[in-house]
């Protein structure tokens, strides 16, 4: 089956390679949305957490053996512990370094600031202790296999497991954030948190384990991320510009806005290389053919573009609390 | 108390005057008259994300300024490294570049990893008259360029074109089939390999087209590959030839693995280095094919070569990257030469740059010669296999030399670029 000259099945494959990049935006972007919508800070150092991730998930899955689980271990301890010693450290950072800009001027610019710095500390820190050259980290052999094939392409596990474990994750951050009681206060904490404080309630240690978890969300991105792209000191710097056009795109301090907003990005993305292959013929204002090779181009391009008319027509997102960046 | 007398008070005015100019005056004053080293003044930028192959540049210049010396020097005199980090950042280049020739008055330019900084630094060779000893690939020489290509400027290094005619004359002799498709990152450097395409696609008879058979993947942002995969599978061509860097071609080749690329297509990679299977993983690169300028196995055939990958494995621990053989050995063909001649003061540069001019050297892989009209290094190309894991020796040894390709066939001809005679007589 064919419409406008793609093959239903190479739609399908797009559709597919758009999910799994909007999971990965989804994951990143949900913890950088925690963290600004309870504590207002926009966190620049979001992509260098996820860095670290990955490095730490690369030096816990060398260390693992497994004599039952073999080679595979490595990654699944990796994927389980990950998230935890992020925590801990985010957690650790929040007490020692955020805790002091609360309350004095300019909290919010200040925290800009530190987490600016921290994006340009933590990749030297990285090649300080890990060496220079990227890290090899690769996919488990569990997950080399392919699922089924559409047309020529192969759905592999891999990439299949990134978006079940994305979706998992998303329902599980639900269920803690408006099912639990710590989900009840952090949401309080976000809306007034001086009536919260007046309730009786330790604001503080919530801002430190909502800080926390954000950037366990950080780090556990940056394991599952790792085996399909490099684990280098700079690869927080470039994803960390798509993930700010999720959360713009999709509302900051919003739970539902980086989901949505990362799978239609995603999907955005993967589909528009497809418009060069369509029969349909696009021209230009001066009348000449616009190629294939400019719609491969425009793919990234566009997201921006996207971001910028969602700032024009609705500032805080299409799922952002109103008022957000007051 | 003493009264502070006019006398008294001009001695101390004056011994103070003396220590805040003798401090603050340019370096080439305070070095005075006394026997002034020869200054190689070296821009790299050991922070960023070339930062191991900028490391081994350094290494390599610092040894090729090491064994000069050892040898007695220039002209009696000792060469002096002044090396300068520019962050990746193309102003902090300039700003460099401008301290060391207007404050350090160093006697020769060198550096840069990538082409904003070689344009850079070629436009000040051109204004300032000095050499500039250009370590990235040649890319003044290009035919858009060359023009613009200062007659000081000279490299080790390749053009866009011989990286291109090494691996596709590798595909042609192989029989690894006639239908070629590109995937490139879409930057400036990919697209200095467009024009080599159409010439030797032609010549080779192999199947390619500029307008259909390359799949363009946005550039920085982007590092998913994927979404150019549907493409080549439906196009079903004999070869993928990708052109990417670092941490980029790291990506194409782990998401090519995973979805099984390489299992259906034969997958060249324009050009590479040992950091990115390295950063890719043991019997990453297995089955995949790459150009490189060097090799560090190139030491069991050249002695020279030994030496340089044995010291460098003494200081960094780890093997000699192409980035540092070829610092290692332009470096050491200027010095060796101004050493011969004597040429080595700035108003002798273009004496010296005509004796480079068609010089034949041979440091760390066979006879390499400079090119009079464009300054083009015509030296080998290695066509590189992968290892499996199975047939590694070492945590290093992922690659190997497989083939070569070297002759000025490899090249555009000076005629075709519209350049008659030396460079150095086309002064700016």
């Keep these: 089956m064919a419409a406008g000259g793609v093959e239903f099945s190479e739609f399908v494959q797009h559709l597919f390679l758009g999910l799994v990049q909007g999971s990965f935006w989804v994951l990143l972007a949900l913890g950088l949305s925690i963290i600004f919508g309870l504590m207002g800070i926009i966190n620049f150092g979001h992509g260098a957490f996820y860095m670290l991730g990955a490095y730490v998930g690369f030096t816990v899955s060398d260390l693992v053996f497994s004599p039952f689980l073999g080679p595979n271990a490595g990654f699944i301890v990796a994927l389980a512990m990950v998230p935890v010693v992020m925590f801990a450290l985010g957690m650790v950072f929040e007490r020692y370094v955020i805790s002091r800009i609360y309350n004095t001027e300019n909290e919010r610019f200040s925290g800009v600031l530190i987490m600016f710095g921290m994006s340009i500390f933590l990749p030297d820190f990285v090649r300080l202790i890990w060496g220079r050259p990227g890290k090899p980290f690769n996919i488990p052999p569990m997950f080399q296999f392919s699922l089924f094939k559409t047309g020529t392409l192969d759905i592999t596990a891999y990439r299949s497991f990134t978006i079940i474990t994305a979706a998992i994750l998303v329902a599980l951050l639900w269920v803690l954030i408006y099912k639990t009681n710590l989900g009840m206060m952090i949401r309080a904490g976000t809306n007034n948190n001086t009536m919260v404080k007046v309730l009786g309630i330790n604001v503080s240690r919530i801002w430190r384990l909502t800080f926390g978890l954000g950037i366990a969300l950080a780090g556990f991105s940056g394991v599952m991320i790792a085996p399909l792209f490099a684990v280098d000191a700079t690869m927080g710097e470039l994803i960390l510009v798509q993930t700010f056009i999720v959360v713009v795109v999709g509302g900051m301090g919003s739970f539902i806005g980086p989901v949505i907003g990362g799978l239609i990005l995603g999907q955005l993305w993967a589909l528009t290389p497809l418009v060069g292959r369509t029969q349909y013929v696009v021209q230009n204002w001066t009348g000449t053919v616009i190629g294939p090779d400019f719609w491969e181009k425009a793919s990234d391009i566009l997201l921006f573009i996207v971001m910028a008319v969602i700032l024009l027509l609705r500032p805080r997102g299409l799922f952002g609390q109103e008022g957000a960046f007051d | ?428």
């Design chain 2, 1 to 428: 108390m003493s009264r502070l007398d006019r006398r008294k008070f001009l001695k101390g005015a004056g011994l103070i005057g003396g220590i805040v100019a003798a401090q603050t005056a340019p370096p080439f004053l305070r070095e005075g008259l006394g026997a002034r080293p020869i200054k190689w003044g070296s821009i790299h930028p050991t922070t960023g994300p070339y930062s191991t192959e900028a490391f081994d540049q350094v290494e390599g210049v610092k040894i090729a300024i090491e064994d000069v010396n050892k040898e007695g020097g220039v002209d009696g005199r000792e060469v002096k490294l002044l090396f300068r980090d520019d962050q990746f950042k193309w102003d902090q280049t300039t700003t460099h570049a401008l301290d060391l020739i207007d404050n350090h008055r160093i006697d020769f330019l060198a550096g840069s990893m990538v082409g904003p900084e070689e344009v850079r630094l070629n436009e000040f060779s051109r204004k300032r008259k000095i050499i500039y000893a250009n370590y990235p690939q040649h890319i003044m020489s290009t035919p858009g360029n060359a023009k613009k290509m200062s007659p000081l400027f000279f490299t080790a290094n390749t053009t866009p074109y011989q990286l291109c005619a090494s691996s596709l004359t590798y595909i042609a002799k192989n029989n690894l089939g006639k239908k070629i498709h590109c995937v490139f990152d879409d930057y400036i450097w990919p697209k200095m390999f467009i024009p080599a395409f159409e010439k030797l696609t032609k010549d080779f008879n192999l199947t390619w087209n500029a307008n259909s058979s390359v799949s363009w993947v946005p550039f920085p942002t982007s590092m998913d590959y994927s979404a150019t995969f549907p493409r080549i599978l439906k196009e079903k061509p004999d070869v993928v030839y990708a052109l990417n860097w670092g941490q980029r071609q790291v990506a194409f080749v782990k998401q090519a693995r995973e979805a099984g690329l390489d299992k259906k297509v034969k997958i060249v990679l324009g050009a590479t280095e040992i950091t990115m299977p390295e950063a890719a993983g043991l019997g990453s690169y297995h089955g995949f094919n790459a150009a490189m300028m060097w090799h560090p196995s190139l030491a069991s055939k050249y002695p020279a070569a030994k030496t340089l990958n044995d010291k460098f494995l003494a200081r960094r621990k780890r093997p000699c990257s192409s980035y540092g053989m070829l610092a290692h050995d332009l470096t050491r063909l200027i010095l060796d030469t101004a050493r011969e001649t004597k040429l080595y003061k700035r108003r002798d540069h273009f004496k010296l740059a005509k004796v480079l001019e068609g010089k034949k050297f041979q440091y760390s892989k066979g006879v390499c010669e400079i090119r009079a009209c464009d300054h083009v290094c015509i030296s080998e190309v290695f066509v590189m296999r992968g290892k499996s894991k199975a047939e590694m020796k070492d945590k290093f040894d992922h690659i190997e030399v497989i083939g070569s390709s070297s002759g000025e066939g490899n090249t555009v001809s000076c005629e075709a670029k519209g350049l008659k005679g030396p460079a150095s007589e086309r002064r700016a």
